[in-house]
């Protein structure tokens, strides 16, 4: 006979987990290019909250019902990329960016409002912009723009007191690029999106964890420190797909099979 607290099977976990966020047309067919990147840990919480009925005296319970059912998920990421902030704040996976880059060829007064550039290309009226000179990124400044110059002299506008300071080009070489902006405080609606949670067993098998359709909380928590790394927590409230979304038509469909008897995710392991 084994000894007291003998282990049963090899079913332990450690190591590092791959969280994968996608579109609800993508659940439980998510890869490593929807992974949020690295994380120091996640949790999976499902749980069930029940009433009891007591009776007799003294009383004792004589039966329970299941009451609500809920489930979440909760991951340390590492990772600040433009698209983890999005989805933190409700708004989504955010949109597809191309990136614009150029010199400002002349010195800028902190009261311009136009810039000469060795470039135009990829700029377009409204995008924002971050001027900066090298190797001195306290010199930031943001600005709107309002007008392009396409022909010589290539130029750029925008609104008066845009800038935060003056640069002389005999100083460093002036940067200015589109910056790829983070909404804030823009997002009223509730972003839905599928995830996967992915694990590598004791025996070197992946134990997969899919969620149809989760929310984030609408939190985001952004710190820094100089001793370390920082990090940032998500999480993640699992829902249960209503029947028009994997019906004919919907964003589920595909999964039409399995969400009748795997409401709200399913767990695959060895």
Request: charge should be negative; glycine fraction near 8%.
């Amino acid at each position: 006979m084994a000894s007291l607290g003998t282990a049963q099977t090899n079913a332990f976990s450690i190591g590092t987990a791959e969280l994968r966020l996608g579109q609800l047309s993508s659940a439980g067919q998510l890869s490593q290019a929807n992974s949020v990147g690295v994380i120091d840990d996640a949790a999976v919480n499902i749980s069930r909250n029940v009433a009891e009925l007591k009776g007799g005296f003294p009383q004792k319970v004589i039966a329970t019902a299941v009451t609500e059912k809920n489930g979440k998920i909760t991951a340390t990421l590492r990772e600040y990329s433009r698209r983890n902030l999005n989805l933190l704040l409700g708004n989504g996976f955010g949109t597809t960016f191309t990136a614009a880059t150029a010199t400002v060829t002349a010195d800028l007064a902190q009261s311009a409002t136009s810039a000469t550039v060795d470039s135009v290309t990829g700029f377009a009226v409204g995008d924002f912009v971050v001027i900066y000179q090298e190797g001195k990124p306290e010199t930031v400044s943001i600005a709107q723009l309002t007008a392009i110059a396409s022909s010589a002299p290539l130029g750029v506008s925008f609104a008066a007191n845009s800038l935060s300071t003056s640069y002389v080009a005999a100083d460093g070489v002036i940067h200015i690029y589109k910056a790829n902006s983070v909404a804030v405080g823009k997002s009223n609606a509730v972003e839905y999106f599928s995830a996967s949670l992915v694990q590598q067993s004791q025996a070197g098998k992946p134990l997969v964890w899919d969620l149809w359709k989760v929310s984030a909380n609408g939190a985001l928590d952004y710190a820094t420190n100089a001793k370390d790394f920082a990090s940032m927590k998500m999480e993640l409230q699992v829902i249960e797909p209503s029947l028009s979304e994997y019906a004919v038509g919907g964003a589920l469909e595909h999964l039409a099979a399995v969400i009748p008897g795997h409401p709200m995710g399913r767990f695959v392991g060895e």
